[in-house]
T-cell receptor
């Protein structure tokens, strides 16, 4: 039972263009959504987050959009740079009820070509 | 400020052997976590701790044990290694649990043969 789905295992874009990474979830209790970036042989690093009370959060080149009715979020990277090449994980959580269980998607490998 | 430090980076175990994966953080975070990542999969939570002396099971705890005697350290123990435990293990910490980002170590790659 996959609560979090990142349906594109990989994505390839040209430098300077937009990268759009998608994530779908099923659990309506999720109210805080994070994106992590992971380079090979390193641990994931936090990229950007959004609370369920918002529908958009922007941080420099990175913007996350949340559509609660569709249970869908997306990460936009504009403009994409070769250094953005990494695996991106969507990770929703529920901040209520004392659960400490962050659920990770399987990840999308982004390749930005020079 | 080293963040989250994991040792060792790599380890090969024979079936039935035991080992402890070490994790230490210097950010004074109360919350600490152990995840495993199998190839092509997301991270799955093994155990977590909300403070010294308090631990709880995650999604995949079987075959593992943890302890948390100090705020800084959160070791993961494998008692009888099995091939199914071949994975990359990540330790993480956070300031206030699920409403704050996790800080990850660089992982321990474990192979059980």
């Amino acid at each position: 039972d996959q609560q979090v789905k990142q349906n594109s295992p990989s994505l390839s874009v040209q430098e300077g263009r937009i990268s759009i990474l998608n994530c779908d979830y099923t659990n309506s209790m999720f109210d805080y959504f994070l994106w992590y970036k992971k380079y090979p042989a390193e641990g994931p690093t936090f990229l950007i987050s959004i609370s369920s009370i918002k529908d958009k959060n922007e941080d420099g080149r990175f913007t996350v959009f949340l559509n609660k009715s569709a249970k869908h979020l997306s990460l936009h990277i504009v403009p994409s740079q070769p250094g953005d090449s990494a695996v991106y994980f969507c990770a929703p959580s529920s901040t209520q009820g004392g659960s400490e269980k962050l659920v990770f998607g399987k990840g999308t490998k982004l390749t930005v070509n020079p | 400020n080293a963040g989250v430090t994991q040792t060792p980076k790599f380890r090969i175990l024979k079936i039935g052997q035991s080992m402890t994966l070490q994790c230490a953080q210097d950010m004074n975070h109360n919350y600490m976590y152990w995840y495993r990542q199998d190839p092509g999969m997301g991270l799955k939570l093994i155990y977590y701790s909300v403070g010294a002396g308090i631990t709880d099971k995650g999604e995949v705890p079987n075959g593992y044990n943890v302890s948390r005697s100090t705020t800084e350290d959160f070791p993961l123990r494998l008692e009888l290694a099995a091939p199914s435990q071949t994975s990359v293990y990540f330790c993480a910490s956070s300031y206030s649990g699920m409403d704050s980002p996790l800080h990850f170590g660089n992982g321990t790659r474990l192979t059980v043969t």
